[in-house]
């Protein structure tokens, strides 16, 4: 298996990195990471179905109030 058709994450995290301004701090960088992260699990939720309605986001959300 190729790692041009499958990067491995270490491959994925150089190239994220190497699109960062030469003077990020190691946190702006360790939080690029982070996000770059989230939004591919988020991805894969969807994927694989895992949703909820927006409807359902606000009643949760209004949940967290009470």
Do not use: C, F, N
């Not at 770059?36 to 991805?43: M, P, S, V």
């Amino acid at each position: 298996m190729s790692t041009v058709d499958h990067p491995t994450p270490r491959d994925q995290m150089i190239a994220i990195l190497s699109q960062q301004p030469a003077d990020s701090t190691y946190d702006e960088l360790l939080r690029e990471l982070a996000a770059h992260r989230a939004i591919q699990r988020g991805l894969a939720d969807v994927e694989q179905g895992r949703l909820v309605s927006h409807e359902e986001a606000l009643q949760r959300i209004k949940s967290w109030r009470s």
